[in-house]
């Protein structure tokens, strides 16, 4: 009794966990990247976005005092605030970092040479000296405060519009949508007559070429890419779009035909044989009923190129250059981490910019890709 059909299984609570911990795996670190990209730097660096919505006490990185000097009743002061925006509320203060919270807010500081510093709760402060200050370095200022939440859109300002170590992440997006378009539609065209050839057409060495496809599947791409680039230049196509367009369709027509192929030889034969028994011809036969019904398997194809020359980086530097007018959304990521690795702002609203277009192709075509997966499976 213990095999009846339809009886759910025993330990079926344990696939339910196991499917939520993945889910959970994937899409707790995809919203903490959506919330630190709408982070200020100062509380990306003082907590983690798992705090975004609360306040926060901790201490501040270290302040570099400035301000213009003013003398008043023969004593020289110089006024300003630690803060570029109001909302911190400062609980100690201090002038060096081995004593980081040496004094209360209001307490007046001692820095040597008459000159004294005093701190308010908002982030005021004044110094004052009865000698001029103008040739003294500014004293740096550590801080303990409890800081709200504060949240900003600069961040994908800054990444889209504003040059980021010379370069622009906006013309890197649409350089990558240059590249990934083409390359994802070229390989479907030419993968669909290839396919459909291999599953319905008779003629000699199909067996042998089917072979050979399944064969390049295991192909590392590294070891293609200097030969192509020198059959590139040989032809006078050289380093642009059209040769990385080429490259991206050389290097993913092996899945997709074997991909498509797999699905058309699973259709149904009296379909075909109808329509030619009608008077239909190969190409009728591919265009009227052979790719409406394929379409599954062209979505699931469609994803993995997309996701492949979108994400890619190796391919663009061979194929495209390194130029900035050249240069896709990896490369430039790169590029940016070298020279702002310290930015975490900057670096989480540029790598969600990277990740938006991909999640949104999946997530409108994820339906189509379970289907071309599963076809053939179950006759």
Known sequence: MENIAGKKP??????????????????????????SSFRTGDQISTSGWWRALSTQESQLPAIRLGGDEVQRDGVFVIEGNLFATSGAEISRWGTSSREPEAFE????????????????PEGGFVMSSASSMAEMRMPRVFVTASTPPDFTTNNYSTVLFSPLAGQTIGQAF???????????????????????????MDFPGRALL?????????????????????????????????????AHTGFGLPLAIYLLRNYMAGLPRDIIENARVDGATDFQIFVRIILPLSFPALASFAIFQFLWTWNDLLVALVFLGTGNDQQVLTGNLVNLMGSRGGDWEILSASAFVSIAVPLIVFFAMQKYLVRGLLAGSVK
Do not use: E, R
């Open 10 to 35: 025993a330990l079926l609570w344990v696939v339910h966990l196991c499917t939520a911990a993945l889910v959970a795996l994937w899409v707790l670190p995809t919203f903490g990247l959506l919330v």
């Open 105 to 120: 807010v209001g307490q007046s500081a001692d820095l040597g040479d008459g000159v004294t510093l005093t701190v308010t």
């Open 174 to 200: 649409i350089n990558t949508l240059t590249v990934a378009i083409p390359a994802t539609i070229i390989p479907i065209l030419v993968a669909a007559f290839a396919a459909y050839a291999l599953a319905w």
């Open 210 to 246: 089917v072979a050979l496809v399944v064969g390049l599947l295991v192909v590392p791409l590294q070891l293609a890419l200097i030969p192509l680039l020198q059959f590139h230049n040989w032809i006078g196509i050289g380093k642009g779009y059209l040769g990385i367009w080429m």
